[in-house]
């Protein structure tokens, strides 16, 4: 049996911009002989952390202006991996960068592709136990508030769709409620999510 992959040959690739995100165009070989060019959007992968204060009682979130949109966005906080960084710390770092919390026990909740013409995948990891140990340290760009949302109304929040990674958040935490822990902290963190989906 063929396989999909299979029936597309990459060609070359051409940068066709590099500014914030880097646009390749990719140039393929197609099963019935033609060629065609497609835009990637070519990034590092990226991490998102979705903490939990202590007893579970508040999410973790930041306001922060957003481009796209052209407003503000109360949003999972993340961000790219640097060179060779695991998206466990990458997510640990971020959060500690962002929002000044801090949390010793995670759960990595997986990835997924950030878009079908993206090279990215966005991984996503829980953190239980959340607390401030510092003060913020943003980069000039990065400048928002950081908000404590409580946990009962996280789901009616990523359902609502004003987020960037609502889907991600939704899919890791299914993940999350179904897995098996073996630290208390976590199993604790747990009980709390899976009392959030309905039934």
Not at 19 to 34: C, K, M, P, R, W
Not at 90 to 104: D, F, I, K, P, V
């Amino acid at each position: 049996m063929n396989n999909s992959d299979e029936l597309w040959r990459k060609l070359w690739t051409t940068r066709a911009y590099k500014g914030f995100v880097t646009i390749n165009q990719d140039t393929y070989l197609e099963a019935d002989g033609s060629v065609s060019t497609w835009d990637v959007i070519a990034s590092p992968d990226s991490a998102a952390v979705l903490a939990f204060t202590e007893g579970g009682t508040d999410v973790v979130l930041f306001e922060q202006f957003r481009v796209g949109p052209g407003k503000a966005l109360l949003e999972l906080r993340g961000g790219y991996l640097n060179e060779n960084e695991t998206p466990v710390h990458g997510a640990q770092r971020e959060l500690a960068e962002e929002t000044g919390y801090e949390s010793s026990a995670v759960y990595y909740a997986g990835s997924e592709w950030w878009s079908a013409n993206s090279s990215r995948r966005k991984h996503l990891i829980i953190a239980a136990e959340a607390r401030l140990g510092s003060d913020p340290s943003w980069d000039p760009s990065e400048a928002g508030f950081v908000r404590l949302l409580p946990s009962d109304e996280l789901m009616d929040f990523l359902l609502s769709g004003e987020l960037t990674d609502a889907g991600l958040a939704c899919r890791g935490l299914m993940k999350f409620a179904a897995s098996a822990q073996e630290s208390p902290t976590l199993e604790k963190l747990q009980a709390t999510v899976r009392g959030l989906f309905p039934g």
